[in-house]
């Protein structure tokens, strides 16, 4: 009898994103109480879409959080935490917290 073969799927996180992601958790302290909320909420709604896309879900639109992330940050009177052309190597999602 034979073992029926296992597929493994990859889910990569863009290594932009989940820099951000990162630098975002340690920052939350020193941002202002209404920007601290956004973050949560952008940080919030990362965390369930990846784990949406890992229940067999479509991958999330990355580009949308990019753009996101750059209206708060506008905002809040900050420069944008992502370039017009994020064009990033991805990161393993499980390297990260999202």
Same mark, same amino acid.
């Given at each position: ?20 992601? *990162?630098?975002?958790? #340690? @920052?939350?302290?020193?941002?202002? +109480? ?29 580009? *949308?959080?990019?753009? #996101? @992330?750059?209206?708060?940050?506008? +905002? ?23």
């Amino acid at each position: 009898m034979t073992t029926p073969a296992t597929t493994t799927t990859e889910y990569v996180l863009p290594a932009d994103i989940a820099d951000v992601y *990162g630098m975002l958790g #340690w @920052m939350l302290s020193d941002l202002s +109480d209404l920007m601290a909320e956004e973050v949560k909420e952008w940080r919030d709604e990362l965390r369930q879409v990846v784990r949406d896309w890992k229940a067999g879900g479509a991958e999330p639109g990355w580009q *949308g959080f990019r753009d #996101w @992330m750059n209206e708060i940050c506008a +905002d809040d009177g900050m420069p944008p935490l992502f370039g017009n052309d994020a064009t990033s190597e991805p990161a393993q999602a499980g390297e990260q917290d999202a």
